[in-house]
């Protein structure tokens, strides 16, 4: 069981938006910056969106990454193909430890 | 640019050691935090422990918590991973992952590729 709730699952069409969200508590996001990972199996996971919000160079801006109190959401708009991958949220946990969420898998039909 | 490298996993049976290893490149290794994340079979990605950028303070998720011992030597610029008494679920693809700043923080901006460990009689 993760610290932070994610749904298992997403699907999209080409084209089309798509969120993912991340539930925590007042002791990680509620507190501390989150962040958002792209990962494909086999390869190393990719930082998406750093302090809540923030893209690193060379992320496109079809990511887009908010938070709101102890939940935070990951948008993907213009769904491509290469998208689909499992993505993850995490944060720092004031109990001094990194939390990540149980990841969703998300699917371009 | 920027690499991290891992080595050390493979095949060790219940209740044996391992010591991972990454070996880091391309940027001033002793001004960031590291960390080591690992993914069981079939699961999520785990945080398994955190170390500074001087080394001075250490962070370890309850599942591993007196079992695992994370270190790191700035002269050489690695990364290790000490593992004791090893149990099947420990059974994992592990990654080593820079952080951004000099404390943990959970802002992995660059990974390797993962070590595989796995353990098994």
């Known amino acids: 069981q993760s610290v932070l709730t994610q749904p298992p699952s997403a699907s999209g069409t080409p084209g089309q938006r798509v969120t993912i969200s991340c539930s925590g508590s007042?002791?990680?996001?509620?507190?501390?910056?989150v962040y958002w990972y792209q990962h494909l199996p086999g390869t190393a996971p990719k930082l998406l969106i750093y302090?809540?919000?923030q893209r690193p160079s060379g992320v496109p801006d079809r990511f887009s990454g908010s938070k709101s109190g102890t939940s935070a959401s990951l948008a993907i708009s213009g769904l491509r193909s290469e998208d689909e991958a499992d993505y993850y949220c995490a944060a720092w946990d004031d109990s001094l430890s990194v939390v990540f969420g149980g990841g969703t898998k998300l699917t371009v039909l | 640019e920027v690499q991290v490298l891992e080595s050390g996993g493979g095949l060790v049976q219940p209740g044996g050691s391992l010591r991972l290893s990454c070996a880091a490149s391309?940027?001033?290794?002793?001004?960031?935090?590291m960390s080591w994340v690992r993914q069981a079979p079939g699961k999520g990605l785990e945080w398994v422990s955190a170390i500074s950028d001087r080394g001075g303070s250490t962070y370890y998720a309850d599942s591993v918590k007196g079992q695992f011992t994370i270190s790191r030597d700035n002269s050489q610029n690695t990364l290790y991973l000490q593992m004791n008494s090893l149990r099947a679920e420990d059974t994992a693809v592990y990654y080593c992952a820079k952080d951004s700043v000099g404390v943990p923080t959970g802002a992995f901006d660059y990974w390797g590729q993962g070590t595989l460990v796995t353990v098994s009689s």
């Open positions: 391309g940027f001033t290794f002793s001004t960031y935090a």
């Open positions: 007042s002791s990680n996001i509620g507190s501390n910056y």
């Open positions: 302090r809540n919000n």
